[in-house]
């Protein structure tokens, strides 16, 4: 599975940016997809992800600023950043994450077994 991921770069706060994520496989696969951010000097934490039947859940600093989303016609992956903070600066990772069936939005994005998951590069976005 290959993941590109494109959409970021530099916004001020309050800003919106939307990333993309092209998917070599299916986006309506029986797994799921996700957003993980990396910031400087810390591990990676997920952001929001959303199953195969379209239901998304997010991290809490997100929450009602970012939406989860997919085009199973165009295999893409997508994640709509309103409102944009400093701390939103990260590097934004793409995932196909394979031990993972259904989603609720009170799933907990921190309980996602990212063990065989499928990265992209990864898109830089920075917030001043």
């Known amino acids: 599975v290959q993941l590109v991921e494109s959409g970021g770069g530099s916004v001020q706060a309050g800003g919106s940016l939307r990333l993309s994520c092209a998917a070599s496989?299916?986006?309506?696969?029986?797994?799921?997809m996700a957003w993980f951010r990396q910031k400087p000097g810390q591990e990676r934490e997920g952001v929001a992800a959303?199953?195969?039947?379209?239901?998304?859940t997010y991290a809490d600093p997100v929450k009602r600023r970012f939406t989860i989303s997919k085009d199973n016609a165009k295999n893409t992956l997508y994640l709509q950043m309103n409102s944009l903070k400093p701390e939103d600066t990260a590097v934004y990772y793409c995932?196909?994450?394979?031990?993972?069936?259904?989603?609720?939005?009170?799933?907990?994005?921190?309980?996602?077994?990212?063990?065989?998951?499928?990265w992209g590069q990864g898109t830089q976005v920075t917030v001043s």
């Open positions: 995932a196909h994450i394979l031990r993972c069936l259904f989603l609720t939005p009170s799933t907990d994005i921190r309980s996602l077994d990212v063990s065989s998951a499928n």
């Open positions: 496989t299916r986006t309506n696969s029986a797994y799921c």
């Open positions: 959303i199953d195969r039947d379209g239901q998304a």
